[in-house]
Protein backbone atom coordinates (compact mmCIF):
# COMPACT_ATOMS: atom_id res chain seq x y z
CA UNK A 1 0.00 0.00 0.00
CA UNK A 2 1.07 3.47 -1.20
CA UNK A 3 2.50 5.39 1.68
CA UNK A 4 1.78 9.13 1.77
CA UNK A 5 4.56 11.65 1.15
CA UNK A 6 4.39 14.40 3.59
CA UNK A 7 7.08 17.43 2.64
CA UNK A 8 7.90 20.18 5.00
CA UNK A 9 6.91 23.83 3.98
CA UNK A 10 11.05 25.10 4.10
CA UNK A 11 11.98 22.29 1.56
CA UNK A 12 9.02 24.05 -0.88
CA UNK A 13 10.51 27.42 0.47
CA UNK A 14 14.22 26.36 -0.97
CA UNK A 15 13.33 25.83 -4.48
CA UNK A 16 11.72 22.11 -3.82
CA UNK A 17 15.25 20.21 -4.06
CA UNK A 18 14.48 17.39 -1.88
CA UNK A 19 10.87 16.86 -3.59
CA UNK A 20 10.41 13.09 -4.45
CA UNK A 21 9.91 12.27 -8.10
CA UNK A 22 6.29 12.32 -9.41
CA UNK A 23 5.07 14.78 -6.58
CA UNK A 24 2.58 16.88 -7.30
CA UNK A 25 2.25 19.71 -4.70
CA UNK A 26 -1.14 21.01 -3.45
CA UNK A 27 -1.48 25.09 -4.54
CA UNK A 28 -0.83 26.42 -0.89
CA UNK A 29 -0.23 29.79 -0.16
CA UNK A 30 3.96 29.32 1.10
CA UNK A 31 3.82 27.06 -3.07
CA UNK A 32 2.73 30.36 -4.45
CA UNK A 33 4.64 32.51 -2.45
CA UNK A 34 7.88 29.94 -3.77
CA UNK A 35 6.71 30.04 -7.19
CA UNK A 36 6.54 34.03 -7.14
CA UNK A 37 10.52 34.07 -5.51
CA UNK A 38 12.03 31.55 -8.13
CA UNK A 39 9.95 33.63 -11.18
CA UNK A 40 12.04 36.65 -10.05
CA UNK A 41 15.40 34.87 -10.09
CA UNK A 42 15.04 33.60 -13.92
CA UNK A 43 16.50 35.44 -16.92
CA UNK A 44 13.31 37.34 -18.60
CA UNK A 45 11.70 35.95 -21.80
CA UNK A 46 12.85 38.23 -25.27
CA UNK A 47 9.37 39.97 -25.18
CA UNK A 48 7.34 39.34 -28.52
CA UNK A 49 7.05 41.61 -30.70
CA UNK A 50 3.97 42.89 -32.11
CA UNK A 51 3.25 45.68 -34.78
CA UNK A 52 1.11 48.45 -33.72
CA UNK A 53 -2.45 48.24 -35.34
CA UNK A 54 -3.06 51.17 -38.20
CA UNK A 55 -6.04 52.39 -36.15
CA UNK A 56 -7.92 51.21 -32.81
CA UNK A 57 -9.11 47.32 -32.88
CA UNK A 58 -12.64 48.23 -31.83
CA UNK A 59 -14.66 48.81 -28.58
CA UNK A 60 -16.69 46.87 -26.31
CA UNK A 61 -19.83 48.46 -24.71
CA UNK A 62 -23.20 47.43 -22.32
CA UNK A 63 -25.87 47.35 -23.32
CA UNK A 64 -29.34 45.86 -22.37
CA UNK A 65 -30.28 43.31 -24.36
CA UNK A 66 -34.22 44.46 -24.63
CA UNK A 67 -35.20 46.49 -22.20
CA UNK A 68 -35.17 47.01 -18.48
CA UNK A 69 -38.29 45.33 -17.89
CA UNK A 70 -36.97 42.32 -19.69
CA UNK A 71 -35.17 41.08 -16.17
CA UNK A 72 -34.12 37.47 -17.32
CA UNK A 73 -31.83 38.92 -20.36
CA UNK A 74 -30.76 41.75 -18.56
CA UNK A 75 -27.04 43.67 -19.79
CA UNK A 76 -24.64 42.39 -22.22
CA UNK A 77 -21.34 43.61 -23.67
CA UNK A 78 -21.17 43.63 -26.76
CA UNK A 79 -18.30 44.58 -29.34
CA UNK A 80 -17.80 47.35 -32.11
CA UNK A 81 -15.44 46.49 -34.63
CA UNK A 82 -14.88 50.11 -35.84
CA UNK A 83 -13.11 52.97 -34.71
CA UNK A 84 -15.38 54.47 -31.90
CA UNK A 85 -14.25 58.04 -30.53
CA UNK A 86 -15.28 60.49 -27.44
CA UNK A 87 -19.14 60.92 -27.97
CA UNK A 88 -19.76 57.99 -28.41
CA UNK A 89 -19.39 59.04 -32.61
CA UNK A 90 -17.91 57.81 -35.62
CA UNK A 91 -18.21 58.58 -39.48
CA UNK A 92 -22.11 57.57 -39.71
CA UNK A 93 -23.30 57.95 -36.47
CA UNK A 94 -22.45 60.86 -33.88
CA UNK A 95 -24.31 61.45 -29.91
CA UNK A 96 -26.46 64.83 -30.56
CA UNK A 97 -25.15 67.53 -28.96
CA UNK A 98 -26.32 69.92 -26.75
CA UNK A 99 -27.23 66.65 -24.78
CA UNK A 100 -25.71 64.18 -22.49
CA UNK A 101 -21.76 65.55 -22.06
CA UNK A 102 -19.88 63.16 -24.22
CA UNK A 103 -18.68 59.86 -22.91
CA UNK A 104 -15.28 59.13 -23.16
CA UNK A 105 -13.95 55.78 -23.76
CA UNK A 106 -11.71 54.10 -20.85
CA UNK A 107 -7.95 53.09 -20.81
CA UNK A 108 -8.80 49.85 -22.95
CA UNK A 109 -11.26 52.28 -25.53
CA UNK A 110 -14.35 50.36 -24.05
CA UNK A 111 -17.03 52.22 -23.21
CA UNK A 112 -18.40 50.34 -20.35
CA UNK A 113 -20.75 51.98 -17.87
CA UNK A 114 -22.99 51.56 -14.94
CA UNK A 115 -26.39 51.31 -16.42
CA UNK A 116 -29.80 53.34 -15.82
CA UNK A 117 -27.10 56.47 -15.88
CA UNK A 118 -26.77 59.16 -18.53
CA UNK A 119 -23.50 57.74 -19.91
CA UNK A 120 -24.87 54.41 -20.13
CA UNK A 121 -27.90 55.88 -22.26
CA UNK A 122 -25.23 57.51 -24.87
CA UNK A 123 -24.08 54.57 -25.41
CA UNK A 124 -26.45 51.98 -25.29
CA UNK A 125 -28.78 53.59 -27.85
CA UNK A 126 -25.36 54.62 -30.16
CA UNK A 127 -24.34 50.78 -29.92
CA UNK A 128 -27.95 49.52 -30.87
CA UNK A 129 -28.09 52.30 -33.97
CA UNK A 130 -24.41 50.88 -35.01
CA UNK A 131 -25.62 47.04 -34.68
CA UNK A 132 -28.81 48.49 -36.78
CA UNK A 133 -26.94 50.28 -39.84
CA UNK A 134 -24.17 47.45 -39.46
CA UNK A 135 -26.45 44.67 -40.22
CA UNK A 136 -28.50 46.20 -42.96
CA UNK A 137 -24.38 46.73 -44.48
CA UNK A 138 -23.87 42.93 -44.33
CA UNK A 139 -26.96 41.83 -45.44
CA UNK A 140 -25.68 43.72 -48.72
CA UNK A 141 -22.44 43.05 -48.58
CA UNK A 142 -23.19 39.16 -48.68
CA UNK A 143 -24.77 39.87 -52.23
CA UNK A 144 -21.89 41.43 -53.47
CA UNK A 145 -23.61 45.02 -53.23
CA UNK A 146 -20.51 46.20 -50.90
CA UNK A 147 -21.92 49.44 -50.69
CA UNK A 148 -22.34 51.76 -47.66
CA UNK A 149 -25.98 52.46 -47.12
CA UNK A 150 -26.55 56.19 -47.12
CA UNK A 151 -28.59 58.24 -45.01
CA UNK A 152 -31.09 60.38 -46.91
CA UNK A 153 -29.39 63.22 -47.19
CA UNK A 154 -26.02 62.01 -47.86
CA UNK A 155 -24.61 62.87 -51.20
CA UNK A 156 -20.91 63.57 -52.95
CA UNK A 157 -20.74 66.57 -51.42
CA UNK A 158 -22.53 65.93 -47.76
CA UNK A 159 -21.54 62.75 -45.99
CA UNK A 160 -22.97 64.24 -42.38
CA UNK A 161 -23.95 61.75 -39.85
CA UNK A 162 -27.11 60.37 -38.53
CA UNK A 163 -27.69 62.36 -34.78
CA UNK A 164 -28.84 60.96 -31.93
CA UNK A 165 -30.33 61.89 -28.90
CA UNK A 166 -30.77 59.59 -26.17
CA UNK A 167 -32.79 62.28 -24.04
CA UNK A 168 -33.93 64.20 -26.43
CA UNK A 169 -37.74 64.72 -25.80
CA UNK A 170 -38.20 65.23 -22.00
CA UNK A 171 -41.44 64.52 -20.79
CA UNK A 172 -42.84 63.05 -24.55
CA UNK A 173 -43.93 59.30 -24.97
CA UNK A 174 -43.02 58.57 -28.05
CA UNK A 175 -39.44 58.59 -30.32
CA UNK A 176 -38.84 59.73 -33.91
CA UNK A 177 -36.37 60.06 -36.93
CA UNK A 178 -36.24 63.29 -38.23
CA UNK A 179 -34.87 63.83 -41.86
CA UNK A 180 -34.74 67.37 -41.17
CA UNK A 181 -32.83 67.51 -38.22
CA UNK A 182 -31.02 64.50 -39.43
CA UNK A 183 -31.71 63.06 -36.14
CA UNK A 184 -32.99 59.95 -33.84
CA UNK A 185 -34.78 61.58 -30.78
CA UNK A 186 -35.76 59.49 -28.02
CA UNK A 187 -38.53 60.86 -25.13
CA UNK A 188 -38.57 59.92 -21.59
CA UNK A 189 -41.28 60.54 -19.24
CA UNK A 190 -42.72 59.07 -15.64
CA UNK A 191 -46.00 56.77 -16.50
CA UNK A 192 -49.37 57.05 -14.79
CA UNK A 193 -49.44 56.11 -11.41
CA UNK A 194 -45.16 55.47 -11.50
CA UNK A 195 -42.70 57.11 -9.64
CA UNK A 196 -40.21 56.24 -11.81
CA UNK A 197 -39.25 57.96 -15.26
CA UNK A 198 -39.42 55.47 -18.26
CA UNK A 199 -36.58 56.10 -21.34
CA UNK A 200 -37.64 55.29 -24.32
CA UNK A 201 -33.71 55.36 -25.70
CA UNK A 202 -33.08 52.04 -23.12
CA UNK A 203 -35.61 49.65 -25.32
CA UNK A 204 -33.36 47.61 -28.21
CA UNK A 205 -36.80 47.58 -29.68
CA UNK A 206 -37.91 51.22 -30.22
CA UNK A 207 -33.94 52.27 -30.87
CA UNK A 208 -33.76 49.71 -33.50
CA UNK A 209 -37.00 50.07 -34.66
CA UNK A 210 -36.64 53.69 -35.22
CA UNK A 211 -33.50 53.43 -36.73
CA UNK A 212 -35.15 51.17 -39.40
CA UNK A 213 -37.28 54.00 -40.73
CA UNK A 214 -34.02 56.22 -41.15
CA UNK A 215 -32.21 52.87 -43.06
CA UNK A 216 -35.53 52.84 -45.01
CA UNK A 217 -35.74 56.41 -45.84
CA UNK A 218 -32.18 56.38 -46.94
CA UNK A 219 -33.10 53.58 -49.69
CA UNK A 220 -36.46 54.96 -50.60
CA UNK A 221 -36.83 58.19 -49.51
CA UNK A 222 -40.44 58.45 -51.15
CA UNK A 223 -42.25 55.66 -49.29
CA UNK A 224 -41.97 58.15 -45.67
CA UNK A 225 -44.46 60.68 -47.18
CA UNK A 226 -47.90 60.27 -46.16
CA UNK A 227 -49.22 61.08 -49.84
CA UNK A 228 -48.50 57.50 -50.33
CA UNK A 229 -50.77 54.50 -50.47
CA UNK A 230 -51.57 53.18 -46.70
CA UNK A 231 -50.36 49.70 -47.92
CA UNK A 232 -46.50 51.91 -48.26
CA UNK A 233 -47.01 53.43 -44.96
CA UNK A 234 -47.52 49.96 -43.40
CA UNK A 235 -44.19 48.93 -45.13
CA UNK A 236 -42.06 51.45 -43.24
CA UNK A 237 -43.76 50.99 -40.15
CA UNK A 238 -43.44 47.26 -40.34
CA UNK A 239 -39.62 47.87 -41.82
CA UNK A 240 -39.31 49.06 -37.95
CA UNK A 241 -40.64 46.16 -36.14
CA UNK A 242 -38.86 43.92 -38.35
CA UNK A 243 -35.39 45.62 -37.74
CA UNK A 244 -36.00 44.91 -34.26
CA UNK A 245 -36.59 41.25 -34.59
CA UNK A 246 -33.44 40.77 -37.18
CA UNK A 247 -31.11 42.47 -34.63
CA UNK A 248 -32.31 40.19 -31.74
CA UNK A 249 -31.61 37.16 -34.37
CA UNK A 250 -28.30 38.51 -35.30
CA UNK A 251 -27.06 37.88 -31.86
CA UNK A 252 -26.36 34.42 -30.95
CA UNK A 253 -27.11 34.85 -26.93
CA UNK A 254 -30.37 36.22 -27.74
CA UNK A 255 -30.77 33.40 -30.30
CA UNK A 256 -30.12 30.98 -27.91
CA UNK A 257 -32.10 32.35 -25.22
CA UNK A 258 -35.32 32.22 -27.72
CA UNK A 259 -34.76 28.62 -28.44
CA UNK A 260 -34.57 28.09 -24.60
CA UNK A 261 -38.03 30.15 -23.87
CA UNK A 262 -39.59 28.18 -26.72
CA UNK A 263 -38.24 25.23 -26.98
CA UNK A 264 -37.97 25.60 -30.80
CA UNK A 265 -41.52 26.50 -31.37
CA UNK A 266 -41.69 30.17 -32.55
CA UNK A 267 -45.46 30.55 -32.36
CA UNK A 268 -45.19 29.69 -28.48
CA UNK A 269 -44.69 32.85 -25.84
CA UNK A 270 -41.56 34.63 -26.79
CA UNK A 271 -40.40 38.11 -25.86
CA UNK A 272 -39.06 38.03 -29.98
CA UNK A 273 -42.56 38.49 -30.98
CA UNK A 274 -43.06 41.07 -28.45
CA UNK A 275 -42.03 44.41 -29.20
CA UNK A 276 -41.47 47.13 -26.46
CA UNK A 277 -42.54 45.67 -23.73
CA UNK A 278 -41.89 48.21 -21.30
CA UNK A 279 -43.24 50.88 -23.03
CA UNK A 280 -45.91 48.79 -23.33
CA UNK A 281 -46.52 47.94 -19.56
CA UNK A 282 -46.44 51.37 -19.08
CA UNK A 283 -49.75 52.00 -21.80
CA UNK A 284 -51.02 48.73 -19.86
CA UNK A 285 -50.52 46.18 -22.37
CA UNK A 286 -49.05 43.12 -21.34
CA UNK A 287 -47.41 41.95 -24.69
CA UNK A 288 -45.96 45.04 -25.54
CA UNK A 289 -46.76 47.88 -28.08
CA UNK A 290 -47.44 44.60 -30.89
CA UNK A 291 -47.18 41.26 -31.38
CA UNK A 292 -45.27 40.29 -34.34
CA UNK A 293 -47.24 36.61 -34.46
CA UNK A 294 -50.78 37.57 -35.13
CA UNK A 295 -52.91 36.60 -37.75
CA UNK A 296 -54.42 39.69 -38.88
CA UNK A 297 -55.60 40.01 -42.55
CA UNK A 298 -55.53 42.97 -44.38
CA UNK A 299 -59.36 42.99 -45.08
CA UNK A 300 -59.60 43.01 -41.15
CA UNK A 301 -56.91 46.62 -40.88
CA UNK A 302 -58.47 48.72 -43.20
CA UNK A 303 -55.93 52.14 -43.83
CA UNK A 304 -54.97 52.73 -40.01
CA UNK A 305 -51.35 52.40 -40.61
CA UNK A 306 -50.49 50.86 -37.49
CA UNK A 307 -52.35 47.66 -37.87
CA UNK A 308 -52.22 47.88 -41.51
CA UNK A 309 -48.50 47.18 -40.78
CA UNK A 310 -49.30 44.24 -38.77
CA UNK A 311 -50.01 42.47 -41.66
CA UNK A 312 -47.17 42.54 -43.60
CA UNK A 313 -44.59 41.51 -40.12
CA UNK A 314 -46.96 38.66 -39.08
CA UNK A 315 -46.57 37.50 -42.33
CA UNK A 316 -42.53 37.28 -42.69
CA UNK A 317 -42.38 36.37 -39.08
CA UNK A 318 -44.34 33.13 -40.15
CA UNK A 319 -42.15 32.47 -43.10
CA UNK A 320 -39.06 32.71 -40.77
CA UNK A 321 -40.94 29.85 -38.41
CA UNK A 322 -41.48 28.01 -41.63
CA UNK A 323 -37.86 28.33 -42.82
CA UNK A 324 -36.69 27.32 -39.20
CA UNK A 325 -39.30 24.62 -38.86
CA UNK A 326 -37.98 23.08 -42.24
CA UNK A 327 -34.05 23.59 -42.01
CA UNK A 328 -34.12 21.50 -38.46
CA UNK A 329 -32.08 18.54 -38.05
CA UNK A 330 -31.98 18.64 -34.35
CA UNK A 331 -29.81 15.52 -34.28
CA UNK A 332 -27.41 17.29 -37.41
CA UNK A 333 -27.50 20.84 -36.26
CA UNK A 334 -27.59 22.91 -33.22
CA UNK A 335 -31.16 24.90 -33.15
CA UNK A 336 -29.96 28.41 -32.65
CA UNK A 337 -27.46 27.99 -35.27
CA UNK A 338 -30.36 26.66 -37.47
CA UNK A 339 -32.51 30.17 -36.76
CA UNK A 340 -29.59 32.54 -36.28
CA UNK A 341 -28.92 31.38 -40.19
CA UNK A 342 -33.31 31.71 -41.70
CA UNK A 343 -33.30 34.77 -39.94
CA UNK A 344 -30.00 36.13 -41.84
CA UNK A 345 -30.89 34.82 -44.68
CA UNK A 346 -35.12 36.08 -44.68
CA UNK A 347 -33.03 39.43 -43.49
CA UNK A 348 -31.40 40.15 -46.84
CA UNK A 349 -34.15 38.38 -48.75
CA UNK A 350 -36.49 41.58 -47.79
CA UNK A 351 -33.78 44.09 -47.95
CA UNK A 352 -33.07 43.39 -51.47
CA UNK A 353 -36.88 42.72 -52.22
CA UNK A 354 -37.80 46.00 -50.86
CA UNK A 355 -34.80 48.21 -52.77
CA UNK A 356 -36.35 46.40 -55.91
CA UNK A 357 -39.77 47.47 -55.25
CA UNK A 358 -41.38 50.44 -56.83
CA UNK A 359 -39.33 54.13 -55.80
CA UNK A 360 -43.32 55.31 -54.85
CA UNK A 361 -46.96 53.54 -54.29
CA UNK A 362 -45.13 50.43 -53.22
CA UNK A 363 -47.54 47.49 -52.04
CA UNK A 364 -47.51 44.63 -50.20
CA UNK A 365 -47.86 42.34 -53.33
CA UNK A 366 -45.10 44.17 -55.06
CA UNK A 367 -42.69 43.20 -52.20
CA UNK A 368 -43.80 39.75 -51.92
CA UNK A 369 -43.58 39.24 -55.80
CA UNK A 370 -40.18 40.61 -55.62
CA UNK A 371 -39.55 37.81 -52.52
CA UNK A 372 -40.16 35.05 -55.00
CA UNK A 373 -38.50 36.07 -57.68
CA UNK A 374 -35.03 36.77 -55.73
CA UNK A 375 -35.40 33.11 -53.45
CA UNK A 376 -35.62 31.48 -56.66
CA UNK A 377 -32.98 33.59 -58.37
CA UNK A 378 -31.24 32.47 -55.14
CA UNK A 379 -31.49 28.49 -55.81
CA UNK A 380 -33.00 27.92 -52.90
CA UNK A 381 -35.47 25.20 -52.07
CA UNK A 382 -38.58 25.34 -53.77
CA UNK A 383 -40.56 25.19 -50.09
CA UNK A 384 -39.24 28.47 -49.45
CA UNK A 385 -40.79 30.33 -52.30
CA UNK A 386 -43.65 27.82 -50.76
CA UNK A 387 -44.29 29.62 -47.31
CA UNK A 388 -43.95 32.82 -48.91
CA UNK A 389 -46.30 32.15 -50.80
CA UNK A 390 -48.74 30.60 -48.88
CA UNK A 391 -48.24 33.32 -45.98
CA UNK A 392 -49.12 35.81 -47.96
CA UNK A 393 -52.32 34.40 -49.48
CA UNK A 394 -53.31 33.51 -46.39
CA UNK A 395 -52.61 37.30 -45.42
CA UNK A 396 -55.24 38.82 -48.09
CA UNK A 397 -51.66 39.78 -49.81
CA UNK A 398 -51.60 38.12 -53.08
CA UNK A 399 -54.24 35.55 -55.00
CA UNK A 400 -51.98 32.01 -55.44
CA UNK A 401 -53.04 30.35 -58.52
CA UNK A 402 -52.00 27.01 -57.29
CA UNK A 403 -52.97 25.08 -53.68
CA UNK A 404 -51.43 25.38 -50.71
CA UNK A 405 -48.67 23.09 -50.32
CA UNK A 406 -48.31 22.21 -53.63
CA UNK A 407 -44.87 23.01 -55.12
CA UNK A 408 -44.36 25.89 -57.63
CA UNK A 409 -40.71 26.95 -58.84
CA UNK A 410 -41.29 29.68 -61.09
CA UNK A 411 -44.29 31.88 -62.04
CA UNK A 412 -45.65 35.02 -63.37
CA UNK A 413 -46.35 37.75 -61.07
CA UNK A 414 -49.16 36.79 -58.26
CA UNK A 415 -52.31 38.92 -58.65
CA UNK A 416 -52.93 41.42 -55.75
CA UNK A 417 -56.20 40.28 -53.70
CA UNK A 418 -56.82 42.93 -51.08
CA UNK A 419 -55.83 46.37 -52.24
CA UNK A 420 -55.97 49.76 -51.20
CA UNK A 421 -58.85 51.96 -52.78
CA UNK A 422 -58.07 54.78 -55.33
CA UNK A 423 -57.21 57.64 -53.46
CA UNK A 424 -57.10 56.20 -50.21
CA UNK A 425 -55.32 58.21 -47.56
CA UNK A 426 -53.20 56.60 -45.00
CA UNK A 427 -54.12 57.13 -41.08
CA UNK A 428 -51.32 57.84 -39.09
CA UNK A 429 -53.03 58.18 -35.74
CA UNK A 430 -51.72 55.14 -33.94
CA UNK A 431 -48.17 55.04 -35.53
CA UNK A 432 -44.81 55.55 -33.89
CA UNK A 433 -43.67 59.52 -33.89
CA UNK A 434 -41.47 58.93 -37.17
CA UNK A 435 -44.59 58.64 -39.18
CA UNK A 436 -46.52 61.52 -37.21
CA UNK A 437 -43.61 63.87 -37.97
CA UNK A 438 -44.10 66.95 -39.54
CA UNK A 439 -41.21 66.05 -41.95
CA UNK A 440 -43.43 63.95 -43.98
CA UNK A 441 -47.32 64.57 -43.39
CA UNK A 442 -46.75 67.01 -45.71
CA UNK A 443 -47.84 69.68 -43.22
CA UNK A 444 -45.48 72.69 -44.71
CA UNK A 445 -47.17 72.47 -47.98
CA UNK A 446 -50.04 73.23 -46.41
CA UNK A 447 -48.53 76.33 -44.74
CA UNK A 448 -46.60 77.25 -47.81
CA UNK A 449 -50.24 77.61 -49.78
CA UNK A 450 -51.44 79.90 -47.15
CA UNK A 451 -48.04 81.50 -47.56
CA UNK A 452 -48.27 81.99 -51.28
CA UNK A 453 -52.09 83.00 -50.75
CA UNK A 454 -50.95 86.09 -48.81
CA UNK A 455 -48.29 86.91 -50.88
CA UNK A 456 -50.79 86.91 -54.31
CA UNK A 457 -52.99 88.88 -51.74
CA UNK A 458 -50.17 91.75 -51.07
CA UNK A 459 -49.78 91.51 -54.76
CA UNK A 460 -53.26 92.16 -55.95
CA UNK A 461 -53.96 94.59 -52.77
CA UNK A 462 -51.50 95.96 -51.57
CA UNK A 463 -50.13 95.00 -48.06
CA UNK A 464 -48.68 96.81 -45.30
CA UNK A 465 -51.61 99.53 -45.31
CA UNK A 466 -53.15 98.53 -41.77
CA UNK A 467 -56.48 99.09 -40.99
CA UNK A 468 -57.69 102.85 -40.99
CA UNK A 469 -60.06 105.12 -39.93
CA UNK A 470 -61.70 106.51 -43.20
CA UNK A 471 -64.24 103.89 -42.78
CA UNK A 472 -65.65 105.45 -39.63
CA UNK A 473 -63.42 103.34 -37.15
CA UNK A 474 -65.25 99.76 -38.16
CA UNK A 475 -61.76 98.15 -39.40
CA UNK A 476 -61.97 97.63 -42.73
CA UNK A 477 -59.23 97.19 -45.30
CA UNK A 478 -57.81 100.85 -46.30
CA UNK A 479 -55.65 99.72 -48.88
CA UNK A 480 -56.68 100.03 -52.92
CA UNK A 481 -58.64 97.32 -54.79
CA UNK A 482 -57.44 96.36 -57.62
CA UNK A 483 -57.96 99.05 -60.73
CA UNK A 484 -60.87 98.28 -63.32
CA UNK A 485 -58.60 99.76 -65.97
CA UNK A 486 -55.04 100.28 -66.30
CA UNK A 487 -53.97 103.54 -64.31
CA UNK A 488 -57.43 103.97 -62.63
CA UNK A 489 -57.48 103.65 -58.78
CA UNK A 490 -59.18 101.12 -56.51
CA UNK A 491 -62.49 101.79 -54.71
CA UNK A 492 -61.79 103.16 -50.78
CA UNK A 493 -57.84 104.04 -51.79
CA UNK A 494 -56.97 106.26 -49.03
CA UNK A 495 -54.10 107.33 -46.39
CA UNK A 496 -51.33 105.03 -45.77
CA UNK A 497 -51.52 103.38 -49.26
CA UNK A 498 -50.44 99.53 -49.29
CA UNK A 499 -46.43 98.61 -51.00
CA UNK A 500 -47.09 97.95 -54.30
Known sequence: ????????????????????????????????????????TQEPATPRLKEAAAFPPGSRVLIWKQD????????????????????????????????????????????????NTDQFDAVHTFAIVRQTLTMYQRALASKAIAAPLPWQWNSASDTAPLQVFPHGLPNVMNAFYSRSDRALKFGDFVPSGASERMYTCRSLDIVSHETGHAVLDGLKPKWILS????QTGGLHESFGDLTAIFLTLSQLDQVEAVIAQTKADLHDKTFLADMAEQFGLALGRPNGLRNADNDLKLSEVGNEVHALSQVFTGAIYDIL???????????LRDDAVVLHRAAEYLRGLLLRALIASPDSGATYAHVANQMLKIVAADQRPVEYGNFIRNRFTLREVVLAAVAAGENRDAAPPLAANVSDQEGAAQDRRACCGTMNHADYAGLEDVLESERQGLAQWCRDYGCGAGYGADDGGNGNWRGGAPAEQPGQAGAGQGLGQGRQ
Open 1 to 40: MDQKVIVPVEAVLTKCAALPVGYVPTPSAPYRQHRKSAQL
Open 321 to 331: ADIFTFDRGPG
Open 68 to 115: PSVSEMGTRKSYLPGTILEGPRDARIASGKPGIAPVSPNTFGDFIVSP
Open 227 to 230: NNPP
